[in-house]
């Protein structure tokens, strides 16, 4: 496979604030994929998938606001105003639609764009991800490790509790998962941190998701504690043209596994798409 380049990161000003990004063009006239990060966590997370992706297909990635290289808001934000963002900065790229991927609490923002834009999102890759505010719970001891920021900025507590809160690999090898989180990403700001736990947790996508009608692949590792593997299979029955693609690993499989599921991903998008 030839390697994609580094795109360089650059920043746009979306809705008045800056919003960083980085636009990989690949092919041009091919359908771009989006990606969305989990909580926490800047758009070099995805670092280690994009490189197991065909190369021809074009990626945008984009710090939401708080985290990484975008601007902190004075005030909490909802999903709605991230998709509508997401929106405008695909029109200032040139696209007219794109696929759209969500990993975890990005998983969340995926859908909303999906749900939002009918029009301008043609297929949608939910990973390791549920319905927010309306699903099926993690252990009350994981769930208390995900309230705060810490197992982002402190590498050696990272590494004491990955097994218990990441699972697959990470159980087996928590410096290996620890090292793809913190190797590329920076410091994630405790006011963004929460302003994303306050946007999951006033939201959920249970009501509305069978009217999300383009195709959907839902990824559900086997081992995931922090999203129970039964929320991918409900998900997967309730959307009209849902596909369950059952892994296995944990909830960070697509970050330190990425030779296993990019096929997977590849496949599905270009599914009847034009050669």
């Not at 800056?18 to 909580?39: E, F, K, Q, S, W």
């Not at 021809?56 to 105003?81: A, H, M, N």
């Not at 252990?139 to 990955?162: F, N, Q, S």
């Not at 996508?205 to 990824?219: A, D, F, H």
Request: hydrophobic letters at 40%.
């Amino acid at each position: 496979m030839t390697p994609r380049p580094n795109p360089a990161s650059d920043v746009m000003t979306v809705r008045g604030r800056r919003l960083a990004y980085t636009h990989d063009p690949g092919v041009p006239g091919r359908v771009p994929l989006v990606m969305c990060n989990g909580i926490g966590s800047s758009m070099e997370l995805f670092d280690p998938l994009v490189a197991q992706l065909d190369p021809g297909r074009p990626v945008v990635r984009f710090d939401v606001p708080g985290i990484g290289g975008s601007d902190t808001p004075k005030l909490p934000y909802i999903y709605q105003q991230l998709a509508l963002a997401m929106r405008r900065l695909l029109k200032n790229l040139g696209y007219p639609r794109a696929d759209v991927l969500g990993i975890s609490w990005g998983g969340g923002l995926a859908q909303q764009f999906a749900f939002q834009y009918p029009l301008y999102c043609r297929k949608s890759v939910l990973v390791a991800t549920a319905t927010g505010l309306w699903m099926v719970p993690a252990a009350p001891k994981v769930l208390g490790r995900m309230m705060t920021p810490r197992r982002h900025r402190d590498p050696e507590y990272a590494r004491d509790i990955a097994g218990s809160i990441y699972g697959g690999s990470a159980r087996r090898d928590p410096e290996g998962t620890v090292n793809v989180l913190h190797s590329s990403m920076r410091a994630t700001p405790v006011r963004g941190y929460l302003y994303q736990l306050a946007a999951i947790g006033s939201w959920t996508s249970l009501p509305w998701l069978p009217m999300i009608r383009q195709p959907t692949l839902v990824l559900a590792g086997d081992d995931d504690p922090i999203i129970p593997s039964i929320n991918g299979t409900i998900m997967a029955r309730l959307l009209p043209r849902g596909e369950l693609h059952r892994y296995s690993g944990g909830h960070l499989a697509l970050l330190t596994e990425p030779e296993k599921l990019a096929p997977v991903i590849d496949e599905f998008l270009d599914r009847g798409s034009p050669s």
